[in-house]
């Protein structure tokens, strides 16, 4: 073998250079066991690295392993490093299979593995959060948000802002943005000298910076200890922050919409199938939504305007006094 064909493969590296890898005399790739169906002679197993959506195929025929009795110990979710040659099969439903000739079980599991083939509800996800990336569901979440902060960084590079990471622990307010979070550490022994808290805002940081270097934005977690527990008022989120100078409010709003939009095309570019996945999971249409966005100009309204609307549903608000 020569040193690439040492090497494990990716399944989305195999997926997107398939005809290349094809001809290679060996392969190995690693991954956990998504399904097992076993017949007299041949056994086939899916398995997934979290690289991909798509799953690969393994053909293990059972005479090939039958002395020690090594396909007995793999079951589902069992993380297998597999050696073989990679077969094309376009009549088949599967574009691709690899026939097994060697098999390294990195680690099975019990047989009371909380997670199973089988449609798991997210409620019952949430009691194992560290089996969560084993789910097709958050292996989509945690891909989409990858691309998404690598396509924001992206858009500010190509704005020629200034990327500034600004402190997480801080004694500044950003002008009342929201609640802190104190830090408290040794009573008897105080670690700052002033209190400390988590950062509510990079503002103050990106606004004295900006002065120098004209065009910096931060996005980095910000923390809000506010007494609500809805989806739109979160503990801790990540926070875009631009500041630029000569800037008015079109100039603005209008950088908003080119990096929203910016960011949809990318997600779309680059994620398809993760947002197919969640067009079938529970978001309807949401491919079309974002294809309506990108094709559509936002509409911009004054302050004064705003208050109008929010006046006619005022009765919703806490507060009446929407001004």
């Not at 007299?40 to 053909?59: A, C, H, P, V």
């Amino acid at each position: 073998m020569t040193q690439i064909d040492k090497m494990i493969f990716a399944i989305k590296d195999v997926y997107q250079s398939l005809e290349k890898i094809s001809k290679l005399p060996e392969i190995r790739v690693g991954g956990w066991v998504k399904s097992i169906r076993e017949g007299k002679e041949i056994i086939f197993i899916t398995l997934n690295d979290g690289s991909t959506l798509e799953n690969l195929q393994l053909k293990i025929l059972q005479k090939n392993f039958s002395q020690d009795r090594l396909l007995n110990k793999i079951n589902f979710a069992s993380y297998l490093l597999v050696s073989g040659k990679l077969i094309l099969t376009p009549q088949r439903k599967q574009v691709f299979e690899l026939s097994v000739n060697q098999i390294e079980i990195i680690n099975s599991v019990d047989n009371d593995y909380p997670l199973q083939k089988n449609n798991i509800p997210l409620e019952v996800v949430r009691n194992y959060p560290y089996l969560r990336a084993k789910t097709n569901y958050f292996l989509v979440i945690f891909r989409l948000r990858h691309n998404i902060s690598k396509a924001i960084h992206d858009f500010f590079h190509h704005e020629n802002f200034y990327y500034i990471p600004t402190p997480i622990i801080t004694s500044s307010d950003a002008e009342g943005a929201g609640e802190f979070f104190n830090i408290i550490t040794n009573k008897k022994e105080v670690f700052f000298s002033k209190p400390a808290s988590l950062t509510v805002s990079g503002q103050l940081q990106v606004e004295a910076l900006a002065q120098g270097l004209g065009k910096v934005y931060t996005f980095l977690p910000c923390f809000r200890a506010e007494k609500s527990h809805t989806t739109r008022h979160l503990a801790e989120f990540y926070m875009i922050e631009p500041e630029m100078v000569f800037a008015d409010l079109d100039k603005i709003t209008n950088l908003a919409e080119r990096l929203v939009k910016y960011v949809f095309n990318y997600v779309i570019t680059n994620n398809i199938k993760e947002l197919e996945f969640l067009e079938k999971f529970n978001k309807k249409e949401l491919i079309s939504k974002l294809q309506k966005i990108l094709t559509s100009d936002f509409k911009k309204i004054s302050y004064d305007e705003s208050i109008k609307i929010l006046a006619k549903e005022k009765n919703k608000f806490v507060f009446n006094d929407i001004k």
